[in-house]
């Protein structure tokens, strides 16, 4: 029912800013809870952000909040994560999740029925 592909992962350095991206397809995204994992090599999957259908309501990571910024554009069916003042530690493949409504804000990887093929990033130092 849902497609999701990342896209914007590339190499950074310590500092620099990047904004990754998640394509879907299908005609019900806008009714969609979706959010961000990432995992690192050696690392379990760890929850970054999510946000609400419409985008009004958002939820960070603690290791994030304040440098990292989720949204979503409905109308182009893109949600978003800007990535601000990268650290070596945010090095990861990042990849976007999505379910129903009633899943918004879990950091339950489980709890998502959608997951995008990754994008990743890398920061050096």
């Known amino acids: 029912q849902v497609q999701l592909v990342e896209s914007g992962g590339g190499l950074v350095q310590a500092g620099d800013s990047l904004r990754l991206s998640c394509a879907a397809s299908?005609?019900?995204?806008?009714?969609?809870?979706m959010g961000w994992f990432r995992q690192a090599p050696g690392k379990e999957r760890e929850f970054v952000a999510a946000i609400n259908w419409s985008g009004s309501s958002t939820r960070y990571a603690n290791s994030v909040k304040g440098r990292f910024t989720i949204s979503r554009d409905n109308a182009k069916n893109t949600m978003y994560l800007q990535m601000s003042s990268l650290k070596p530690e945010d090095t990861a493949a990042y990849y976007c999740v999505a379910d129903s409504p009633s899943r918004y804000g879990s950091s339950r990887y489980e709890d998502y029925g959608y997951w995008g093929q990754g994008t990743q990033v890398t920061v050096s130092s």
């Open positions: 299908g005609r019900t995204f806008s009714s969609f809870a």
